[in-house]
């Protein structure tokens, strides 16, 4: 056990933040953008990264990868989301769709994506939720029914992230109604123009575009859209979901967050104030338990193991303080929170969504619980 | 980076289990609790192994040192593994006294093994003071928080330099952080023992999911303490890590002893089941160093000033 950083690490953490200094405007931050004028500024940013081969780091070198190790892709996880992470929604397709696409895919799928992912030249997003299955994922009901050579994909996704602005949805649709649960379901790589795929805005309480609903409404998908083996989807989602819930160093931008709340109460002389001192001490040791937490995620990845009981572990300490960093920012900024520039405000988003996106809180104590306690619920 | 044990850790943690194992746990805690007092035997064993001298050992180092605190609280001993692994070494140069107390002038109150030590490590605004035995007067004090405790008065010592008194507070951070660390994952191991095995309406405890879930909220603050104090340790107790392993290990005293002892009802009150042996100590070691809002302050003016 050891907690020094290579000097190789430390210098990618470095050249990092010489480009995003150099690339990015001060205090960037892409969630102040519209959705379109964000993808669009995602694409632009993700082909710089590409040039440097920065955008998929941890892809095998035949795919346009550099092979990078997983406490450097944690790097740079984290010098992104501290910057404002204008990789956008690109952070999905380079950590768990084009790692599906090379696990699972058949070479024409790989010929035909992973170069457009691995350039930043499309979006994705990730047709999961349904009406009816939320937290219990497997119960999902949108269906592929063989067609001769193809399928006829029926169903509704929803709360679907970056739907407006992707050029492709990664689908699980159940391919066979018999099968239980699970064992049934199937991967598709959707166009979004596909005809038949209908994606409208669900208008919410934050900014325009957060969320989708996505109707398949015969929607037909040749045989080589399908990822993977027919109604043998789920390992791969399972082996790649591990991947999403660390994908994003939540910590790590709840601490940018916290030090401008920092920089205010500093400006408004309220720093010894011990209410907002605990406030603030707070939130910030939650932030370092986080990050000490995903140190032994990655240590798993690093080793060639699959991370499960850590990943859940992490994701609770990351929301836990996600909650903290909003609670300190409420209490230096008071009734100022509301205006829609405040720090609160701005954290407001990330810290009510970070037990419901990516499976729900409730769903990582149940994991947590099958593994130390191994009781079955009612 | 790597965050599993390497051969020499394995085996400094192998040899500790075994004489944890036989010295010490919950019997051996609860005969002490009768007579009151530190472990002089157990203190004896640790440091003829040579497990309270790593500190600035090349292949051990803080980090061990923390390890083997948490691994102690985890025992239940009583011994101020902490205040002589982690603090001591900081402060005081050459051969140390088993047992070591630590206080801050600023926080009047009973002191852990006061009236047992050897040397007490007193901070006394930014410098330490060390006070031998006779150079202070203590006055026990009868405290069901799980630890022989006592007053001291006129504490008088050698007053060391400026700066030292903050380098004692950084250590003493990271220990409390690593005993709590230790403590609670005994507390909470025990109650999910217990909650496997009691059956209320036809059904074990714990298979009610409202229970799970408060059980692995403890886990996550025992992991989130366990790992913020191995890291802090491991660093040299950087002032904004150190306070921050404390106040995350203030948070989890607090949950685990509060949700242990709801969740297991009246029979965790009685000194016949083992729970109070290490849930008691928590209400100590949450307080002691200034509490939350000493650790709060520490780390304000550390990280942001």
Not at chain 2, 42 to 54: I, Q
Not at chain 2, 83 to 92: F, Q
Not at chain 2, 108 to 115: D, M, Q, T
Not at chain 2, 228 to 255: D, M, S, Y
């Amino acid at each position: 056990m050891e907690f020094n950083w290579p000097d190789e690490d430390a210098q990618f953490r470095g050249e990092l933040r010489d480009f995003l200094a150099a690339t990015l405007p001060e205090d960037f931050d892409a969630f102040d953008m519209g959705a379109r004028e964000r993808d669009n500024f995602s694409r632009d940013f993700a082909k710089k990264l590409s040039t440097r081969g920065w955008l998929t780091p941890a892809w095998p070198k035949q795919y346009g990868g550099l092979e990078q190790s997983a406490w450097q892709q944690l790097i740079l996880s984290e010098e992104m989301v501290g910057h404002g992470e204008p990789r956008t929604g690109q952070y999905m397709c380079v950590n768990w769709v084009g790692p599906a696409i090379i696990l699972a895919g058949t070479d024409e799928q790989k010929d035909y994506h992973l170069g457009r992912i691995s350039r930043g030249d499309v979006t994705w997003c990730q047709g999961f939720s349904e009406p009816d299955a939320g937290s219990d994922l497997a119960s999902l009901r949108t269906s592929a029914t063989r067609d001769g050579d193809d399928y006829i994909l029926r169903g509704e996704k929803i709360w679907t992230s970056y739907a407006g602005v992707a050029d492709f949805c990664f689908l699980l649709a159940r391919s066979d109604p018999e099968a239980h649960r699970h064992r049934g379901i199937s991967i598709f790589l959707v166009p979004t123009d596909a005809p038949g795929l209908t994606i409208r805005e669900i208008p919410s309480v934050f900014r325009e575009g957060t969320f989708n609903s996505c109707v398949f409404d015969e929607v037909r998908a040749p045989e080589a859209w399908r990822l993977g083996p027919e109604h043998g989807g789920w390992p791969i989602i399972r082996k790649l979901l591990a991947n999403e819930r660390v994908g994003v160093a939540r910590y790590h931008r709840a601490e940018t967050f916290l030090l401008k709340a920092v920089k205010v109460a500093k400006a408004a002389g309220i720093m010894d104030d011990p209410i907002i001192s605990e406030a603030l001490a707070k939130a910030k040791a939650a932030c370092d338990a986080a990050r000490v937490l995903v140190y032994q995620v990655v240590d798993e990845r690093a080793k060639g193991r699959q991370p499960d009981l850590t990943a859940y572990v992490y994701r609770v300490a990351a929301i836990r303080c996600e909650k903290l960093v909003y609670e300190a920012a409420l209490r230096v900024q008071g009734s100022d929170s509301v205006a829609p520039d405040s720090v609160a405000a701005g954290q407001f988003q990330h810290a009510v969504t970070a037990g419901v996106a990516t499976g729900t809180l409730e769903m990582q104590l149940n994991l947590i619980a099958r593994d130390i306690i191994g009781v079955a619920g009612a | 980076m790597d965050m599993t044990f390497d051969d020499t850790q394995t085996a400094i943690k192998d040899s500790c289990d075994r004489l944890f194992g036989r010295m010490a746990g919950p019997a051996r805690a609860r005969a002490l609790g009768h007579v009151g007092g530190a472990d002089l035997a157990l203190a004896e064993a640790l440091e003829e192994a040579g497990f309270l001298d790593l500190f600035a050992e090349e292949d051990a180092g803080p980090l061990v040192a923390a390890l083997i605190t948490e691994w102690a609280a985890k025992a239940a001993a009583l011994v101020p593994v902490g205040a002589r692994t982690l603090v001591a070494p900081t402060v005081i140069a050459g051969a140390l006294p088993q047992i070591i107390a630590v206080c801050d002038a600023a926080h009047a109150g009973p002191v852990r093994y006061a009236a047992q030590a050897d040397v007490v490590i007193q901070i006394d605004g930014d410098a330490a003071v060390i006070a031998q035995r006779g150079d202070f007067t203590v006055e026990p004090v009868a405290s069901i928080f799980g630890y022989p405790m006592a007053r001291i008065s006129g504490l008088t010592g050698v007053r060391l330099g400026a700066g030292s008194g903050e380098a004692v507070r950084r250590w003493w951070q990271v220990a409390l952080a690593a005993e709590i660390a230790g403590t609670a994952r005994a507390a909470l191991d025990q109650t999910i023992a217990y909650l496997q095995q009691r059956v209320q309406f036809g059904r074990q405890i714990a298979s009610f999911q409202a229970v799970q879930h408060r059980l692995v909220d403890c886990h996550v603050s025992v992991e989130s303490t366990a790992w913020a104090a191995r890291e802090a340790a491991a660093r040299g107790a950087p002032a904004a890590l150190a306070a921050g392993a404390a106040i995350t290990a203030v948070e989890c005293a607090q949950r685990v002893f509060d949700e242990t002892h709801q969740l297991s009802g009246a029979i965790g009150f009685t000194t016949e089941y083992d729970l109070y042996l290490w849930s008691m100590r928590l209400q100590t070691l949450r307080q002691e160093c200034g509490g939350i809002r000493a650790h709060a302050s520490a780390l304000v003016a550390s990280a942001w000033t």
